[in-house]
């Protein structure tokens, strides 16, 4: 088999070392990457360093052709990227395709936005002392950006810090997570397509105990992270002074008010607490139900759990993959089995096999149980009664994340009742919080992260606001 190569630079590279990509859903080889030396991860950073002037220069018209180039490639090469998805991450081909699709479109409305993306103007002269004055304001980069990415959308979370970073002018630099480099190598092989200049992106599949010495270097000022709330805080902690964002965890709930649809609310949440293998930071895991309607919903809930298609990640049919890896699988394994023991009740689900863990729903959780309180990370939900949607909503923020949360319900009333009190970053109305379009602004609060993706305001969180004063203007 081939050995990939890395991207420095802008351009193939070849290392000293190669590390081996495995499906895991069957253990065998999906392909080999070499994997860059400590003076080529130099080489990258000296040239994003080196370039970043510019980089901040370039024409719109440059960086929005760019991003539209690799909206294209994306789409005619869309199969074979979802088959790669597929191979090295086991999500099923049914959501890899819909993972390139979204990848298609975040490329495409960055390139929207580079076209929008632009200065105002503000007269000063609102005072005496003003007169003739008239403030320019733009926003400039920070500099090179170093964007640290999770496995579970290799394809579609590397877009959102690539695009916005070339979107204003950023040099970029990948450093992808190691269960699947695969999917960020080519889009790599894609960039290297465009017209942008040597040194404004370089994706390096280094391990993980490399990236420190990437995340304290002072020619990177900003720092994207998507993972885990202690490793997001700890890279932080390590570099205060750095423009650090963070799109971290959560247990994200879905609250089924008692006027909802509860044949859809059952359907979705059944879907979406275990889409992606529950791999997502806003996979349904906590369900909270009026009581009036608890009964009902749930006899409605555990037959669309049961009926989920489980298997093969490559077949069309499958809905539920395997997890990353089997020690994700035995984790989940050990916290499931920790609530049973401590009084939960297993009404679906709650058996593993290798690296799957069967779609599982859970009732009488006790409050303190990792699955209630952690990040499960894994095709597991609890289900939670509550006496009101003001006792649901207090459940909703009774948790140290805060990232998105799903009402189901028909009452404009509700919706806004629910925007008012939910402590999170996002609050879908009718649907489960697993919604994200890849254009609006997306990130949490408490332990869910620092900051926002979507376009937009990741372009703004990756630049700084600039103001030009003019003098002695006949306004």
């Given at each position: 088999?081939?050995?990939?190569?890395?991207?420095?630079?802008?351009?193939?590279?070849?290392?000293?070392?190669?590390?081996?990509?495995?499906?895991?859903?069957?253990?065998?080889?999906?392909?080999?990457?070499?994997?860059?030396?400590?003076?080529?991860?130099?080489?990258?950073?000296?040239?994003?360093?080196?370039?970043?002037?510019?980089?901040?220069?370039?024409?719109?018209?440059?960086?929005?052709?760019?991003?539209?180039?690799?909206?294209?490639?994306?789409?005619?090469?869309?199969?074979?990227?979802?088959?790669?998805?597929?191979?090295?991450?086991?999500?099923?081909?049914?959501?890899?395709?819909?993972?390139?699709?979204?990848?298609?479109?975040?490329?495409?409305?960055?390139?929207?936005?580079?076209?929008?993306?632009?200065?105002?103007?503000?007269?000063?002269?609102?005072?005496?002392?003003?007169?003739?004055?008239?403030?320019?304001?733009?926003?400039?980069?920070?500099?090179?950006?170093?964007?640290?990415?999770?496995?579970?959308?290799?394809?579609?979370?590397?877009?959102?810090?690539?695009a916005p970073a070339v979107a204003v002018g950023a040099p970029v630099i990948v450093k992808p997570a190691p269960a699947t480099p695969l999917s960020s190598l080519l889009l790599g092989e894609i960039l290297a397509e465009t017209d942008l200049?040597?040194?404004?992106?370089?994706?390096?599949?280094?391990?993980?105990?490399?990236?420190?010495?990437?995340?304290?270097?002072?020619?990177?000022?900003?720092?994207?992270?998507?993972g885990s709330a202690p490793v997001g805080y700890a890279i932080a902690d390590q570099v205060p002074r750095k423009h650090v964002t963070l799109e971290l965890g959560g247990n994200a709930a879905a609250v089924v008010l008692a006027d909802a649809?509860?044949?859809?609310?059952?359907?979705?949440?059944?879907?979406?607490?275990?889409?992606?293998?529950?791999?997502?930071?806003?996979?349904?895991?906590?369900?909270?139900?009026?009581?009036?309607?608890?009964?009902?919903?749930?006899?409605?809930?555990?037959?669309?759990?049961?009926?989920?298609?489980?298997?093969?990640?490559?077949?069309?049919?499958?809905?539920?993959?395997?997890?990353?890896?089997?020690?994700?699988?035995?984790?989940?394994?050990?916290?499931?089995?920790?609530?049973?023991?401590?009084?939960?009740?297993?009404?679906?689900?709650?058996?593993?096999?290798?690296?799957?863990?069967?779609?599982?729903?859970?009732?009488?959780?006790?409050?303190?149980a990792k699955v209630a309180r952690e990040e499960v990370f894994g095709p597991v939900m609890i289900l939670q009664p509550a006496a009101s949607a003001d006792e649901a909503y207090a459940m909703v923020n009774d948790s140290a994340y805060g990232?998105?949360?799903?009402?189901?319900?028909?009452?404009?009333?509700?919706?806004?009742?629910?925007?008012?009190?939910?402590?999170?970053?996002?609050?879908?109305?009718?649907?489960?919080?697993?919604?994200?379009?890849?254009?609006?602004?997306?990130?949490?609060?408490?332990?869910?992260?620092?900051?926002?993706?979507?376009?937009?305001?990741?372009?703004?969180?990756?630049?700084?606001?600039?103001?030009?004063?003019?003098?002695?203007?006949?306004?």
């Amino acid at each position: 088999m081939d050995v990939r190569t890395f991207w420095l630079a802008g351009r193939p590279a070849t290392g000293d070392s190669e590390l081996t990509v495995t499906n895991p859903h069957d253990g065998r080889e999906v392909g080999r990457h070499s994997v860059p030396t400590d003076a080529q991860v130099e080489e990258a950073v000296a040239a994003a360093h080196a370039v970043a002037d510019q980089a901040a220069a370039l024409p719109v018209h440059v960086r929005a052709e760019a991003l539209a180039h690799v909206s294209r490639r994306i789409e005619e090469r869309a199969d074979e990227i979802a088959r790669l998805i597929t191979a090295e991450n086991g999500k099923p081909i049914f959501w890899a395709r819909g993972e390139v699709t979204r990848a298609v479109a975040t490329f495409r409305f960055a390139a929207e936005e580079t076209r929008r993306w632009s200065g105002e103007a503000q007269r000063l002269d609102t005072e005496p002392a003003a007169a003739g004055r008239l403030a320019y304001v733009s926003r400039v980069p920070y500099g090179p950006v170093l964007a640290i990415t999770p496995f579970n959308f290799p394809l579609n979370l590397v877009a959102h810090k690539v695009a916005p970073a070339v979107a204003v002018g950023a040099p970029v630099i990948v450093k992808p997570a190691p269960a699947t480099p695969l999917s960020s190598l080519l889009l790599g092989e894609i960039l290297a397509e465009t017209d942008l200049p040597a040194g404004m992106f370089s994706v390096l599949p280094v391990p993980n105990e490399r990236a420190a010495g990437l995340v304290q270097d002072a020619r990177l000022p900003v720092v994207s992270f998507t993972g885990s709330a202690p490793v997001g805080y700890a890279i932080a902690d390590q570099v205060p002074r750095k423009h650090v964002t963070l799109e971290l965890g959560g247990n994200a709930a879905a609250v089924v008010l008692a006027d909802a649809d509860l044949d859809w609310a059952a359907r979705r949440i059944a879907l979406y607490s275990n889409y992606q293998g529950g791999q997502s930071c806003i996979a349904v895991q906590r369900v909270i139900v009026e009581q009036p309607v608890y009964d009902a919903f749930v006899e409605r809930l555990v037959p669309a759990v049961k009926g989920l298609v489980t298997g093969d990640p490559a077949d069309e049919k499958t809905q539920v993959g395997p997890l990353v890896s089997e020690a994700a699988a035995e984790r989940v394994e050990q916290w499931v089995d920790e609530a049973v023991a401590a009084g939960a009740e297993v009404l679906a689900g709650g058996v593993r096999e290798g690296t799957s863990y069967a779609p599982t729903v859970l009732a009488g959780v006790p409050h303190d149980a990792k699955v209630a309180r952690e990040e499960v990370f894994g095709p597991v939900m609890i289900l939670q009664p509550a006496a009101s949607a003001d006792e649901a909503y207090a459940m909703v923020n009774d948790s140290a994340y805060g990232l998105q949360a799903g009402v189901f319900t028909r009452s404009l009333d509700a919706a806004f009742l629910a925007n008012r009190e939910l402590k999170v970053g996002g609050v879908i109305i009718g649907d489960v919080p697993s919604y994200r379009a890849d254009q609006m602004p997306y990130g949490g609060v408490k332990d869910s992260g620092i900051g926002r993706e979507g376009l937009r305001s990741a372009m703004t969180d990756y630049t700084y606001e600039k103001v030009m004063v003019l003098t002695g203007l006949p306004l």
